[in-house]
């Protein structure tokens, strides 16, 4: 719409061109002349409205009263000036930008330009800026944002709690690489050569885009350490392109994963502890079966013994008898018989303290080697009266004590009742040595039985000892003797060795040499 005072054509068509419309006032404020080009201002002014109005009078009940202020201080002050204004009508608003030329006569000019979407965009984008500002402040992580120079432009308010002494405005200006110095751990071995690792993640910045989260540990300002996060990737505002680098707190996390870690290891010690006494459990229930089958079988061959030596004693006083030997000289061998039921009767006692597996041990102390020896002999003596059987003994010790107990006079008569046993000759020749070695760090008193028994051969003396093992011709049991598998377990459980050798090298069918390990009792030694 035009009213017609004439101001100038070309500044008319320049205003028309340009902006949205304008109005031609006086010094009184009256409307002298006004040109209306935008819908929306149209709107706010209607034409009919505008006749024989003032500006003031038109425009006061659009806008705020401090925008008003303005106006007038505008024209008052005669100076070409810009302000900007809303126009609010009916619920709608609108934005324009007012100019103000001052002209000859005192005449004013009053160029209107529509600016509503400019400032709806502003003010979106200042919305869309006090939402990130808020995310940006508020996130869990410290926020850093760095140029490609390595420069800390700006860190969200989030990094005060993780530098204590220091605000997060102390960062900005200052350089990543710096301030990562500043509170590294020393000690790390991963950032001994900082430069080096800066650039080469900054290549790897360049390739991917992005790196993985690193974890380390680094001192505050109170010089208080905790573990952090960094995580770095690329971020593009506007036409520029910065680098991210989000730091997170894990203290919490990272002394549960040591706490885990820890009990992880508590858990591995008690486990190895515990596997250790499970081992050690077996290994005595183990040691304590075997006991069981020795004593089993040291039941059956004495039990048949005893009777053996009872059979043989009858026979032999019936003999006596008939030759006319008085009964006092028979009872002098009741005292056999005695000593065996006495053996009998102490190896029932041992099976029945057996039954309590779990508690069961056999005592090890020091037992004197030739008496028990002595012992055997004479048991092998009585027991085969009808052989001619001579057995000598050898040795350069007055005294030998080894750790065993009473079932080591067991395994010398069952060894030399195998020398009897499998021997073809009219008479039956045993030589016992006696000494005293050091193996493996350990002493030992040491036992050799040569006899001059049938032999083992070379095949069958590293199986002699086992029960599976199929005994040579001529080594088939007799019913008399604990074995020597029976043999081999006793000395074990004593922690002794025993293996055999040819009485004279090379030959076997000269005879065999028992030799027998047992651990000597050194505080006891002679």
Not at 20 to 28: A, E
Request: contains cysteine.
């Amino acid at each position: 719409m035009k009213a017609s005072v004439n101001i100038g054509k070309e500044l008319i068509s320049r205003i028309e061109l340009i902006f949205d419309g304008y109005f031609l006032i006086s010094k009184n404020y009256d409307i002298l002349e006004y040109i209306i080009n935008d819908k929306n201002l149209n709107y706010f002014f209607e034409e009919k409205k505008i006749q024989g109005k003032d500006l003031l009078s038109l425009i006061s009940p659009l806008i705020a009263k401090e925008e008003l202020e303005r106006i007038k201080r505008s024209i008052l002050e005669k100076n070409t000036q810009l302000i900007e204004i809303g126009l609010k009508k009916n619920g709608e608003i609108g934005f324009y930008e007012l100019i103000f030329l001052i002209l000859e006569n005192n005449r004013i000019l009053v160029i209107f330009r529509n600016v509503t979407e400019k400032k709806l965009t502003e003010q979106k984008l200042k919305e869309s800026e006090k939402k990130y500002q808020h995310l940006f402040n508020n996130t869990p992580y410290a926020i850093w944002l760095v140029n490609l120079q390595g420069i800390i432009i700006e860190c969200n308010e989030n990094m005060n709690k993780l530098m204590s002494i220091f605000k997060h405005t102390d960062l900005i200006g200052k350089s990543f690489r710096d301030v990562i110095k500043m509170f590294l751990t020393k000690g790390d071995p991963r950032f001994e050569n900082l430069d080096n690792i800066f650039k080469e993640r900054f290549k790897l910045l360049l390739k991917q885009g992005y790196l993985e989260p690193i974890e380390f540990e680094i001192s505050r300002g109170d010089a208080k350490s905790f573990w952090i996060t960094l995580e770095t990737s690329f971020v593009q505002l506007g036409k520029e392109t910065f680098i991210q680098a989000f730091i997170k707190d894990i203290t919490g996390k990272k002394i549960a994963e040591l706490k885990v870690e820890e009990l992880k290891k508590e858990l591995e010690i008690r486990v190895k502890d515990r596997t250790i006494k499970l081992e050690s459990s077996e290994k005595k229930y183990r040691k304590a079966y075997n006991r069981a089958n020795c004593f089993k079988g040291l039941f059956t061959h004495d039990i048949s013994n005893l009777f053996q030596i009872i059979s043989n004693n009858i026979e032999l006083w019936q003999l006596q008898l008939k030759q006319g030997i008085g009964i006092i000289d028979i009872l002098q061998d009741f005292q056999l018989i005695e000593e065996s039921i006495a053996r009998g009767k102490k190896l029932i006692n041992n099976i029945r303290d057996l039954s309590e597996i779990e508690e069961s041990e056999m005592p090890i102390e020091p037992v004197d080697v030739l008496t028990t020896l002595e012992n055997a002999i004479k048991f092998i003596r009585i027991n085969f009266h009808n052989r001619d059987i001579r057995i000598k003994i050898e040795s350069n010790e007055n005294k030998l004590m080894v750790l065993a107990n009473e079932l080591l006079l067991d395994v010398f008569e069952n060894i030399m009742i195998n020398s009897v046993n499998y021997n073809k000759n009219t008479t039956v020749e045993i030589t016992v040595n006696m000494s005293r070695i050091r193996d493996t760090d350990n002493d030992y008193g040491k036992l050799e039985f040569k006899d001059n028994g049938i032999g083992i051969d070379d095949s069958s003396k590293n199986c002699i000892f086992q029960e599976s093992c199929k005994k040579p011709l001529g080594l088939e049991s007799k019913g008399m003797g604990l074995g020597l598998s029976l043999v081999a377990k006793l000395i074990e459980l004593c922690e002794g060795k025993i293996w055999i050798e040819d009485r004279i090298k090379g030959d076997y069918t000269q005879g065999s040499n028992f030799v027998v390990l047992i651990p000597e009792a050194k505080e006891l030694k002679s």
